[in-house]
């Protein structure tokens, strides 16, 4: 298993993809909100398509995660925490642990599994991607 960190700022991938393109058809079960992507991605929709939610309820767990799971470090993600190591590092244990009770409790039900982390901010993910692998204690970048 692998933890992987990928940082991407969609607005200048679409960007150049707008410039390149006459139509853009823009699939998926997972775009809602729309006013969101569509200000995640600089652009707006002019004809949008939205069905139901077609994924059971008892297949979708959403957890906001504001403290570490020992529960002694709480997580006040701002704009400059991400400069503190200590806070990075943290943040990289509960990924890690997160991943691997996800894993544990899927063991007996589900062969594939996997887990989405979203920062709201693009700074986080150059500096903590290399602290993480740089990080001798956890080995998070195998995990």
Do not use: Q
């Not at 692998?2 to 960007?15: F, G, H």
């Not at 996997?114 to 500096?127: E, N, W």
């Amino acid at each position: 298993d692998k933890l992987r960190v990928i940082c991407l700022d969609s607005r200048y991938a679409m960007e150049s993809v707008a410039k390149a393109t006459r139509t853009i058809v823009l699939a998926s079960g997972t775009l809602s909100p729309m006013k969101s992507y569509e200000a995640e991605l600089g652009v707006s929709f002019k004809h949008k398509l939205i069905g139901s939610h077609v994924v059971p309820p008892e297949n979708v767990f959403v957890k906001k995660i504001s403290h570490c799971l020992s529960g002694k470090t709480a997580l006040r993600l701002t704009y400059n925490a991400y400069s503190d190591a200590k806070i990075v590092l943290v943040i990289g244990n509960l990924l890690v642990d997160v991943c691997r009770l996800v894993k544990l409790s899927e063991a007996g039900s589900c062969r594939r599994w996997s887990a989405v982390f979203l920062f709201r901010r693009t700074k986080p993910c150059p500096s903590a991607s290399k602290m993480w692998k740089n990080y001798p204690g956890r080995h998070l970048e195998n995990h």
